[in-house]
Protein backbone atom coordinates (compact mmCIF):
# COMPACT_ATOMS: atom_id res chain seq x y z
CA UNK A 1 0.00 0.00 0.00
CA UNK A 2 2.65 2.60 -1.25
CA UNK A 3 1.22 6.24 -1.02
CA UNK A 4 4.72 7.48 -3.08
CA UNK A 5 5.68 5.02 -5.61
CA UNK A 6 9.40 7.06 -7.61
CA UNK A 7 10.65 5.62 -10.59
CA UNK A 8 13.81 6.74 -12.54
CA UNK A 9 14.16 10.12 -11.00
CA UNK A 10 16.39 12.53 -12.36
CA UNK A 11 17.19 16.02 -11.72
CA UNK A 12 19.99 18.07 -13.97
CA UNK A 13 20.14 21.72 -12.88
CA UNK A 14 21.71 24.39 -14.87
CA UNK A 15 22.19 25.13 -18.76
CA UNK A 16 25.97 25.99 -18.45
CA UNK A 17 27.91 23.00 -16.33
CA UNK A 18 25.18 20.79 -15.44
CA UNK A 19 24.54 19.16 -12.07
CA UNK A 20 23.31 15.86 -11.69
CA UNK A 21 21.44 15.84 -8.75
CA UNK A 22 19.30 13.02 -9.11
CA UNK A 23 20.90 10.17 -10.66
CA UNK A 24 17.96 7.78 -11.58
CA UNK A 25 16.61 7.28 -8.24
CA UNK A 26 13.79 4.48 -7.07
CA UNK A 27 12.25 4.57 -4.03
CA UNK A 28 8.33 3.33 -2.44
CA UNK A 29 7.46 4.80 0.28
CA UNK A 30 4.17 2.98 2.48
CA UNK A 31 1.10 5.09 4.12
CA UNK A 32 2.07 5.62 7.58
CA UNK A 33 5.40 5.27 7.42
CA UNK A 34 7.96 7.67 9.28
CA UNK A 35 10.97 7.64 6.65
CA UNK A 36 14.21 9.46 7.48
CA UNK A 37 16.40 10.53 4.82
CA UNK A 38 20.01 11.06 5.45
CA UNK A 39 22.99 11.89 3.32
CA UNK A 40 26.30 13.91 3.25
CA UNK A 41 25.68 18.01 1.91
CA UNK A 42 25.38 18.07 -1.74
CA UNK A 43 23.68 14.48 -1.70
CA UNK A 44 20.57 15.51 -3.23
CA UNK A 45 18.26 15.39 -0.17
CA UNK A 46 16.77 18.77 -0.52
CA UNK A 47 16.34 18.36 -4.34
CA UNK A 48 14.44 15.22 -3.48
CA UNK A 49 12.27 16.70 -1.18
CA UNK A 50 11.40 19.67 -3.14
CA UNK A 51 10.15 16.98 -6.04
CA UNK A 52 7.94 14.65 -3.70
CA UNK A 53 6.77 18.29 -2.24
CA UNK A 54 5.77 19.16 -5.88
CA UNK A 55 7.84 22.12 -5.89
CA UNK A 56 9.66 21.65 -8.44
CA UNK A 57 9.44 19.45 -11.79
CA UNK A 58 12.08 16.23 -12.26
CA UNK A 59 13.92 16.24 -15.49
CA UNK A 60 13.24 12.25 -16.62
CA UNK A 61 11.26 9.68 -14.37
CA UNK A 62 8.29 9.48 -12.52
CA UNK A 63 6.72 10.55 -9.20
CA UNK A 64 3.16 8.89 -7.70
CA UNK A 65 1.36 10.61 -5.14
CA UNK A 66 -1.39 8.87 -4.01
CA UNK A 67 -2.22 7.17 -6.94
CA UNK A 68 -1.92 10.71 -9.21
CA UNK A 69 1.16 11.20 -11.45
CA UNK A 70 2.58 15.13 -10.30
CA UNK A 71 4.89 15.05 -12.94
CA UNK A 72 2.42 15.26 -15.36
CA UNK A 73 -0.19 17.51 -13.92
CA UNK A 74 -0.54 21.28 -15.09
CA UNK A 75 0.18 24.47 -12.56
CA UNK A 76 -3.17 24.79 -10.75
CA UNK A 77 -3.25 20.71 -10.10
CA UNK A 78 0.12 20.75 -8.66
CA UNK A 79 -0.88 23.61 -6.50
CA UNK A 80 -4.11 21.47 -5.61
CA UNK A 81 -2.60 18.77 -5.04
CA UNK A 82 0.10 20.69 -2.84
CA UNK A 83 -2.71 22.42 -0.99
CA UNK A 84 -4.44 18.92 -0.41
CA UNK A 85 -1.78 15.98 0.11
CA UNK A 86 1.30 17.70 1.62
CA UNK A 87 2.15 19.63 4.73
CA UNK A 88 5.46 21.52 4.74
CA UNK A 89 8.37 21.41 7.43
CA UNK A 90 11.20 23.63 6.16
CA UNK A 91 14.10 25.45 7.81
CA UNK A 92 13.07 28.88 6.55
CA UNK A 93 9.94 28.71 8.14
CA UNK A 94 7.36 31.81 5.68
CA UNK A 95 5.33 32.75 9.39
CA UNK A 96 3.65 35.39 8.39
CA UNK A 97 5.50 38.56 10.72
CA UNK A 98 1.92 40.64 10.63
CA UNK A 99 0.33 37.23 12.31
CA UNK A 100 0.23 36.22 15.83
CA UNK A 101 0.94 32.57 16.40
CA UNK A 102 -2.44 31.40 16.82
CA UNK A 103 -3.24 33.23 13.13
CA UNK A 104 -0.37 31.89 11.34
CA UNK A 105 -1.67 28.44 12.18
CA UNK A 106 -5.20 28.90 11.82
CA UNK A 107 -4.71 30.62 8.68
CA UNK A 108 -4.63 26.69 6.41
CA UNK A 109 -7.50 25.85 8.34
CA UNK A 110 -9.39 29.54 7.36
CA UNK A 111 -8.18 28.82 3.53
CA UNK A 112 -9.73 25.66 3.68
CA UNK A 113 -13.04 27.31 4.61
CA UNK A 114 -13.42 25.67 8.19
CA UNK A 115 -15.59 28.49 10.48
CA UNK A 116 -13.11 30.61 12.68
CA UNK A 117 -14.20 29.10 16.45
CA UNK A 118 -13.14 25.87 14.97
CA UNK A 119 -10.05 26.91 13.67
CA UNK A 120 -9.21 28.92 16.59
CA UNK A 121 -9.48 25.25 18.89
CA UNK A 122 -7.87 23.08 16.66
CA UNK A 123 -4.74 25.89 16.11
CA UNK A 124 -4.98 26.32 19.82
CA UNK A 125 -4.67 22.34 20.71
CA UNK A 126 -1.73 22.06 18.37
CA UNK A 127 -0.07 24.82 19.79
CA UNK A 128 -0.74 23.79 22.73
CA UNK A 129 1.05 20.18 21.78
CA UNK A 130 4.36 22.27 20.94
CA UNK A 131 4.52 23.57 23.64
CA UNK A 132 3.55 27.23 23.21
CA UNK A 133 0.37 27.57 25.21
CA UNK A 134 1.24 30.66 26.56
CA UNK A 135 2.49 32.37 23.35
CA UNK A 136 -0.59 32.05 21.35
CA UNK A 137 -0.83 35.82 20.82
CA UNK A 138 2.73 36.96 20.66
CA UNK A 139 4.33 37.78 17.17
CA UNK A 140 6.93 35.97 15.14
CA UNK A 141 9.62 38.60 15.65
CA UNK A 142 8.34 38.18 19.46
CA UNK A 143 9.63 34.49 19.23
CA UNK A 144 12.64 32.97 19.55
CA UNK A 145 14.43 30.32 16.34
CA UNK A 146 12.97 27.40 18.03
CA UNK A 147 9.83 28.87 18.95
CA UNK A 148 8.96 29.84 15.76
CA UNK A 149 10.36 26.83 14.57
CA UNK A 150 7.36 24.88 16.36
CA UNK A 151 5.04 27.42 15.05
CA UNK A 152 5.72 26.08 11.95
CA UNK A 153 5.81 22.92 13.21
CA UNK A 154 2.43 23.27 14.56
CA UNK A 155 0.65 25.28 11.05
CA UNK A 156 2.01 22.56 8.73
CA UNK A 157 -0.05 19.59 10.92
CA UNK A 158 -3.12 21.36 11.29
CA UNK A 159 -4.51 20.86 8.37
CA UNK A 160 -4.31 16.63 8.91
CA UNK A 161 -2.04 16.53 5.40
CA UNK A 162 -1.77 12.57 4.77
CA UNK A 163 2.46 13.14 3.64
CA UNK A 164 4.00 15.55 6.18
CA UNK A 165 7.57 16.45 4.25
CA UNK A 166 10.20 17.93 6.40
CA UNK A 167 14.20 19.44 5.21
CA UNK A 168 15.75 19.79 9.19
CA UNK A 169 12.04 20.30 11.11
CA UNK A 170 14.62 19.74 14.18
CA UNK A 171 17.46 21.70 13.28
CA UNK A 172 17.32 24.80 15.09
CA UNK A 173 15.74 23.21 18.41
CA UNK A 174 17.67 22.21 21.41
CA UNK A 175 17.56 19.00 22.46
CA UNK A 176 14.81 18.41 24.96
CA UNK A 177 12.40 20.52 22.18
CA UNK A 178 13.72 18.32 19.57
CA UNK A 179 12.68 15.10 21.54
CA UNK A 180 9.20 16.96 21.98
CA UNK A 181 8.89 17.64 18.21
CA UNK A 182 10.03 14.16 17.77
CA UNK A 183 7.42 12.82 19.99
CA UNK A 184 4.86 15.04 18.73
CA UNK A 185 5.36 14.19 14.93
CA UNK A 186 5.82 10.29 16.21
CA UNK A 187 2.33 10.47 17.87
CA UNK A 188 0.49 12.16 14.74
CA UNK A 189 1.84 9.63 12.67
CA UNK A 190 0.21 7.21 14.74
CA UNK A 191 -3.12 8.62 15.53
CA UNK A 192 -3.88 9.22 12.04
CA UNK A 193 -1.63 7.06 10.10
CA UNK A 194 0.21 10.45 8.51
CA UNK A 195 3.61 9.67 6.39
CA UNK A 196 6.41 11.06 7.44
CA UNK A 197 9.15 12.10 5.25
CA UNK A 198 12.30 13.97 7.23
CA UNK A 199 16.01 14.66 5.96
CA UNK A 200 18.03 15.15 8.89
CA UNK A 201 21.11 14.99 10.40
CA UNK A 202 20.14 14.32 13.36
CA UNK A 203 21.22 10.16 13.50
CA UNK A 204 19.68 10.21 17.08
CA UNK A 205 16.42 10.87 15.38
CA UNK A 206 17.22 9.11 12.77
CA UNK A 207 17.31 5.91 14.37
CA UNK A 208 14.09 6.02 16.10
CA UNK A 209 12.12 6.38 12.17
CA UNK A 210 10.53 3.32 10.69
CA UNK A 211 13.27 3.26 7.83
CA UNK A 212 16.28 5.32 7.14
CA UNK A 213 16.97 5.77 3.14
CA UNK A 214 20.86 7.05 2.33
CA UNK A 215 21.45 9.29 -0.58
CA UNK A 216 24.73 9.53 -2.04
CA UNK A 217 25.90 11.35 -5.06
CA UNK A 218 22.06 11.52 -6.03
CA UNK A 219 21.20 7.61 -5.71
CA UNK A 220 19.73 5.50 -2.38
CA UNK A 221 23.02 3.67 -1.33
CA UNK A 222 21.16 1.85 1.36
P1 LIG B 1 21.53 18.28 -0.12
O1 LIG B 1 20.16 18.69 0.26
O2 LIG B 1 21.78 16.81 0.05
O3 LIG B 1 22.61 19.09 0.52
P2 LIG B 1 20.85 19.41 -2.71
O4 LIG B 1 19.69 18.65 -3.21
O5 LIG B 1 20.62 20.74 -2.13
O6 LIG B 1 21.69 18.48 -1.70
O7 LIG B 1 21.90 19.59 -3.90
C1 LIG B 1 22.31 18.53 -4.76
C2 LIG B 1 23.22 19.09 -5.85
O8 LIG B 1 22.47 19.94 -6.71
C3 LIG B 1 24.36 19.93 -5.32
O9 LIG B 1 25.48 19.70 -6.13
C4 LIG B 1 23.85 21.33 -5.47
O10 LIG B 1 24.92 22.23 -5.63
C5 LIG B 1 23.00 21.25 -6.71
N1 LIG B 1 21.87 22.20 -6.70
C6 LIG B 1 20.86 22.23 -5.80
N2 LIG B 1 19.97 23.19 -6.10
C7 LIG B 1 20.42 23.81 -7.21
C8 LIG B 1 19.95 24.88 -8.04
N3 LIG B 1 18.81 25.52 -7.76
N4 LIG B 1 20.70 25.23 -9.12
C9 LIG B 1 21.84 24.57 -9.41
N5 LIG B 1 22.35 23.54 -8.69
C10 LIG B 1 21.65 23.17 -7.61
P1 LIG C 1 -0.95 28.48 -3.26
O1 LIG C 1 -0.85 27.94 -4.66
O2 LIG C 1 -2.04 27.89 -2.45
O3 LIG C 1 -0.86 29.97 -3.17
P2 LIG C 1 1.55 27.17 -3.03
O4 LIG C 1 1.05 26.12 -3.96
O5 LIG C 1 2.59 28.10 -3.46
O6 LIG C 1 0.34 27.99 -2.48
O7 LIG C 1 2.04 26.45 -1.72
C1 LIG C 1 1.35 25.36 -1.18
C2 LIG C 1 2.11 24.87 0.03
O8 LIG C 1 3.48 24.65 -0.32
C3 LIG C 1 2.12 25.88 1.18
O9 LIG C 1 1.84 25.18 2.38
C4 LIG C 1 3.52 26.45 1.19
O10 LIG C 1 3.93 26.71 2.52
C5 LIG C 1 4.34 25.34 0.58
N1 LIG C 1 5.48 25.87 -0.19
C6 LIG C 1 5.42 26.51 -1.37
N2 LIG C 1 6.66 26.84 -1.82
C7 LIG C 1 7.52 26.37 -0.89
C8 LIG C 1 8.95 26.37 -0.77
N3 LIG C 1 9.76 26.89 -1.68
N4 LIG C 1 9.49 25.79 0.33
C9 LIG C 1 8.69 25.25 1.25
N5 LIG C 1 7.35 25.19 1.19
C10 LIG C 1 6.76 25.75 0.15
Do not use: C, W
Amino acid sequence: DNIIEIRGLEKVYGDGVEVKALDGLDLDVKKGEFLSIVGPSGSGKSTLLHMIGILDTPTKGTILIDGQDVTSMDDQQRSSARNTLLGFIFQYHHLLPDFTALENVMMPLLIAGKKKDEATREAEKLLNEVGLKDRLHHFPGQLSGGQNQRVAVARALVNRPKIVIGDEPTGNLDSRSSDRVYELLRKLNREFDQTFILVTHDENMARKTDRIVRIVDGKITE
